[in-house]
């Protein structure tokens, strides 16, 4: 019988301004959390890569998927398979387009969270093969919210920590419930509509946490923006 796999397919290490979460880590906490692997999702950069393909030859039984997470002009977007970062601040439409040409596969990041969310029409009408239905840093009504659309549109919906600190790793996750040999079988798997999120939403408690913590980190960054900060009025 098939073994599922389970991966964290949204973490941001310490190349992501707004994290400082360590290779070393990441891979520590995946482990505690009983995953087989993640994928490295730096907000708009791809610097983190080569560390990443260096984790291969130390951990030979975990999966190291490359992406990013991409701030277009209306809000954030995951690509997996991909060694290239598109220019944030794009509209979706062309971002979705660039990742294609990369060989990348397009999933929509926590796409009803008020800040950073593509929002209702764009999740509904965006040509992606999957939709983040369990983010572990949004609330369950928004998580539920994407898990019902992906489903209605017969997409992949995938779960992922968007942790960016060590106690959030692995609280999101995706299933892959079919034979797992290489980052294709990965991806294409997630073509196929094939996986499944799993893990825990944020609380409200854990919602104040976060937002008392992100608003330090970028008073310590000077608060410099990760990318565009979009809100709009379709989110639900």
């Keep these: 019988m098939t073994a599922t796999v389970r991966l964290d397919l949204h973490i941001h290490s310490r190349h992501s301004v707004d994290s400082r979460l360590s290779f070393e880590k990441i891979v520590e906490r995946v482990t505690y959390q009983g995953l087989q692997g993640f994928a490295l999702t730096d ?51 062309e971002t979705l387009e660039r990742v294609d040409a990369l060989g990348g596969v397009s999933v929509l990041a926590h796409p009803f969270r008020w800040v950073h969310g593509v929002g209702r029409r764009l999740a509904t009408e965006a040509r ?37 600190e060590p106690d959030r790793v692995g609280r999101a996750f995706t299933e892959f419930p079919g034979d797992v040999a290489s980052l294709d079988d990965i991806l294409e798997q997630i073509r196929r509509g094939e996986t499944t999120a799993a893990g825990e939403s944020l609380s409200f408690a854990g919602r104040v946490r976060s937002s008392v913590r992100d608003g330090l980190l970028s008073a310590v960054r000077g608060f410099r923006p990760v990318g565009p900060r979009a809100v709009h009025p379709d989110r639900f």
């Design 128 to 164: 992606v093969e999957g939709i983040e239905g369990r983010n572990g840093k949004t609330s369950e009504l928004a998580n539920t919210r994407a898990e019902l659309l992906a489903a209605r549109r017969s997409v992949a919906s995938t779960g992922g920590s968007d942790a960016h």
């Design 43 to 93: 907000h708009n950069t791809t610097d983190g890569l080569l560390e990443l393909s260096r984790l291969r030859s130390t951990y030979p039984a975990f999966w190291f998927i490359p992406g990013v997470e991409i701030s277009t002009h209306e809000g954030h977007l995951l690509a997996y398979g991909v060694t290239e970062s598109p220019p944030p601040g794009r509209p979706l439409v």
